[in-house]
């Protein structure tokens, strides 16, 4: 077995420590238990629970975070580090729910690879199908783990299949369950002959691991019941024939995927999981970037803002940055540019986030996430550097697909209601556009359901009642051109042109047709539906 992943033998030993991973998963699956199983194996918590219990706490704190546990939605991310042996994980937290794909998306440019939950029972469902394609859109390297085996699941050849058909992706059992349900005893390590057997009677404790020499050793015989050893045989045997065997680079390449059974909630398999990813998962990787890339050894550090929290504490009305370190060893205090600006900035008080508590970060090195607090200075994109003008690729904003007019329930409260969507707009939460005519804000946003959320949010962080109402636009598109033709092309659609949180100009429509007439009557205009962050 290989001590860390093969991609680069050549990187200084702290970035050869650490992975960032996301874990993507459909809700229910059991992400949130795998979260804190890790946590306790990485030694973070002292007790599985705390992270539940600390976020149950936090959430009767406001009705909007009440609003989340109703729904069973986890609106606001977060990231983790702790330790698993020699290596350093950052867990990134991706909100689980359809409507905050965009916020799942630029998450998920952060990390270098994601573990996958699947239900044994449930096999590949929505959520995790569409949030498995945003990561195949980047080649992100994928694990794999398949939950509640402690309930009647599926057959296993039936689950392998299932997510080598619906995802296209080579998989291979890096464990294999022995019997189900409530005769699951626990899994064969295919990639180190070891037994592992679940211990039901302390949910947080792991029984220890059996050496094994092989399929045909008689040491299976004394730990298994006779039926379940000779199912074994025949179903390892029947998977060693038929299914791919394990290629380090293919799963770096996010062409296969390895396989671990398990019962999170029951502590098993979680530790052969995190083995796998400190193993197989990528180290810190190269991020793209203009005009040329960032290797994560260079020795300058650089490091790009992915998402933006306002709020955090509603006492201080902090904004929280989230920053993905590319390159580098940071310091506390260290003074970086900030490239949009050409300004320099500080880093006086950035934050590790330790488990579910935050801790000042003394240093970080290319692969961490720290929290810079500002005071909206850093939005989504940005990209921080010890000087050189180098800006972070790859991040995108997507043009919204539900648009609604935003009035302020008290008339004379607008210039607030302006402030506080101008906030959310930074944080990527909505998109904000302020017509060239006429009043009012035009919200855009990718779900639904985050109207709601706007709506809850602005009234509690705000103290302000706030109503969305239907816009006559369904559809947004950013015009790009030389200054000359944006004016030309302005002055001709003055009621449909309008300006986001950065100024720059969009165009308002309800019809394709109108876009198809603007690309024809406009050639030097491009109108996008996404506009890279910068
Ligand atoms: P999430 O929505 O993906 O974060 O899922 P949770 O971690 O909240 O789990 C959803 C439900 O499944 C909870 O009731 C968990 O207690 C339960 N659960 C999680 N892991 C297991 C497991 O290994 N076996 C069983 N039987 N239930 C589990």
């Known amino acids: 077995m290989l001590d860390t992943a093969p991609n680069r033998p050549d990187l200084p030993p702290e970035i050869a420590r650490r992975r960032t991973f996301a874990i993507i998963s459909h ?8 979260t804190e199983k890790f946590l306790l194996f990485g030694g973070a918590i002292q007790m599985a629970g705390q992270v539940r219990a600390k976020g149950e706490a936090r959430r ?89 085996m402690d309930r009647e699941s599926r057959d296993v050849f039936d689950i392998i299949d299932e997510i080598q058909e619906n995802l296209a992706i080579d998989v291979t059992p890096a464990s294999w369950p022995i019997g189900m349900g409530r005769d699951f005893i626990g899994c064969y390590d295919m990639l180190n002959d070891r037994l592992e057997l679940m211990d039901r009677a302390d949910r947080n404790k792991v029984a220890d ?23 074994l045989r025949e179903e390892v045997e029947m998977a060693r024939e038929l299914l791919p065997t394990l290629d380090p680079q293919a799963v770096l390449e996010g062409h296969m995927t390895p396989i671990w059974f398990g019962s999170a909630i029951n502590s098993f398999g979680v530790k052969e999981l995190m083995g ?65 600006s050409k300004k320099a900035m500080t880093v006086s008080s950035p934050v590790l986030f330790l488990a579910s508590d935050r801790e000042l970060a003394e240093e970080a090195w290319a692969g961490d996430i720290i929290g810079i607090p ?46 506080a969507l101008m906030q959310f707009a930074e944080e990527g939460a909505a998109k904000v556009f302020k017509p060239a005519f006429g009043s009012g ?31 006559q636009f369904t559809s947004a598109r950013w015009a790009q051109g030389s200054q000359a033709a944006i004016d030309a092309f302005t002055k001709a659609n003055q009621a449909h042109i309008a300006h986001d949180n950065d100024g720059d100009i969009v165009y308002l429509t309800r019809m394709q047709w109108d876009i198809d007439r603007v690309q024809r009557d406009y050639p030097d205009i491009r109108l996008t539906a996404t506009k890279e962050m910068m």
């Open 374 to 419: 500002n005071h909206g200075q850093l939005r989504i994109g940005d990209t921080l550097t010890e000087g050189e003008a180098l800006r972070v690729t790859g991040i995108p904003s997507f043009a919204p697909e539900l648009l609604q007019t935003a009035r302020a329930g008290d008339p004379l409260k607008s210039k607030h209601l302006e402030k």
């Open 27 to 34: 809700p229910d699956a059991g992400k949130t238990t795998l």
């Open 60 to 148: 009767t704190r406001s009705d909007f975070m009440q609003m989340e546990k109703d729904r069973g939605i986890s609106v606001s991310a977060s990231a983790m580090s702790f330790d698993f042996k020699e290596f350093r994980f950052n867990l990134v937290d991706t909100p689980g729910h359809s409507d905050f794909s965009e916020d799942t998306y630029r998450t998920l440019t952060a990390v270098d690879a994601a573990v996958m939950v699947i239900d044994g029972a449930k096999g590949v469902e929505s959520q995790t199908q569409k949030l498995f394609e945003v990561c195949r859109l980047r080649d992100l390297p994928i694990l794999t783990f398949c939950n509640k």
């Open 209 to 231: 691991s059996i050496e094994i020499g092989g399929l045909s050793d008689p040491k299976l015989d004394e730990h298994l019941p006779a039926a379940a050893v000779a199912k």
């Open 441 to 471: 804000f035009i919200v855009g946003v990718v779900g639904a359901l985050q109207f709601e959320v706007l709506a809850s949010r602005i009234e509690l962080e705000y103290g302000l009642p706030v109503r969305f109402e239907p816009s």
């Open 276 to 340: 796998g990813i400190a193993t197989y998962g990528p180290q810190p990787q190269p991020q793209s970037a203009e005009p040329r890339q960032i290797a994560p050894e260079e020795g300058k550090v650089t490091g790009f803002v992915f998402k933006v929290q306002a709020n955090m504490d509603p006492k201080h009305r902090d904004r929280v940055a989230f920053l993905r370190m590319a390159s580098g060893h940071f310091k506390r205090g260290m003074k970086l540019t900030h490239v949009r």
